[in-house]
């Protein structure tokens, strides 16, 4: 058995998912969002977000982590603080010696969905479905966090 954290990177709200692997079975663990405020200044706030994700992997001890890749900014305003989150992110993961892989949203919803087109109301039922929830994971952050999850265990499968 393995355990896979996934990240759907933000400065505002980065979402993470915890989910156990057991042969062709994922089972929840956990999610959440670490959400930074917008009146402290950016390094600040990316101190935080290295600070809290550090917390969530020592107290959930993944070994292998997914996260969504930045694959266009139509607003370079948006994009550069995303970057710079999913850079500090990145660093926290490896320094704490998950494997990381990334993978763009085309890759995400292909893999939980099976299309590549999906919306996002597709794959937040398709995560609640594969990993027998209730109700779909909130913040919207968090169930993408999750999807970025089963994704890569789905493509660590093909790459094996």
């Not at 663990?29 to 917390?55: N, Y």
């Not at 500090?88 to 893999?111: D, R």
């Amino acid at each position: 058995m393995s355990r896979v954290l996934g990240i759907d990177p933000g400065l505002a709200n980065a979402g993470w998912g915890v989910i156990d692997v057991d042969g062709n079975r994922l089972t929840y663990v956990a999610h959440g969002s670490i959400s930074t405020d917008s009146k402290i200044p950016a390094p600040v706030r990316l101190k935080e977000i290295f600070d809290q994700l550090s917390i969530i992997i020592e107290k959930f001890k993944p070994v292998e982590a997914g996260m969504e890749t930045l694959y266009f900014a139509k607003n370079v305003k948006t994009a550069l603080p995303v970057a710079e989150a999913r850079g500090v992110l990145s660093l926290c993961m490896v320094q704490n010696g998950l494997m990381l892989s990334e993978y763009t949203p085309l890759q995400i919803k292909q893999a939980v969905v099976g299309n590549g087109r999906a919306d996002k109301n597709q794959v937040q039922q398709m995560v609640k479905l594969i990993l027998g929830l209730d109700k779909i994971p909130k913040p919207d952050h968090a169930a993408d966090a999750l999807a970025a999850a089963i994704c890569h265990v789905h493509m660590r499968v093909l790459h094996v």
